[in-house]
């Protein structure tokens, strides 16, 4: 059974940087790609990034702003997202998920999803 673990997620100031860590398990996990969604209270759960076993990777630039880094390590099937310079509005729930293709991880079309480790950013 394939599970997807987030971790990192906390309370920090405006200005500050968290480092969001998504470790998959389950001897048949061979999902190519890799992402990061978030739900802000309120809203529709937004893509934010994705990449893929061989380091390519996809961002949502409404949601990045040039401040937020998605890397992996492909042998610990695992997807980390740094982000930096943290506002109010980056408040929310944050959730890995992995798929076969970006096409189909961009969509929402996810095979597998993590419970969401929450991210709040106080002004």
């Known amino acids: 059974q394939v599970q997807l673990v987030e971790s990192g997620g906390r309370l920090v100031q405006a200005g500050g940087s968290l480092r969001l860590s998504c470790a998959a398990s389950?001897?048949?996990?061979?999902?190519?790609?890799m992402g990061w969604f978030r739900q802000a209270p309120g809203k529709e759960r937004e893509f934010v990034a994705a990449?893929?076993?061989?380091?390519?990777?996809?961002y949502n630039p409404d949601s990045v702003k040039g401040r937020f880094t998605i890397s992996g390590d492909s042998a610990k099937n695992t997807v980390y997202l740094q982000m930096n310079s943290l506002k109010p509005e980056n408040t929310a729930v944050y959730y890995c998920?992995?798929?076969?293709?970006?096409?189909?991880?961009?969509?929402?079309?996810?095979?597998?999803w993590g419970q969401g480790t929450q991210v709040t950013v106080s002004s």
């Open positions: 998920a992995a798929g076969g293709e970006f096409r189909a991880v961009l969509s929402g079309r996810c095979d597998y």
């Open positions: 990449i893929n076993r061989s380091g390519a990777n996809l």
């Open positions: 389950g001897r048949s996990f061979s999902s190519n790609v």
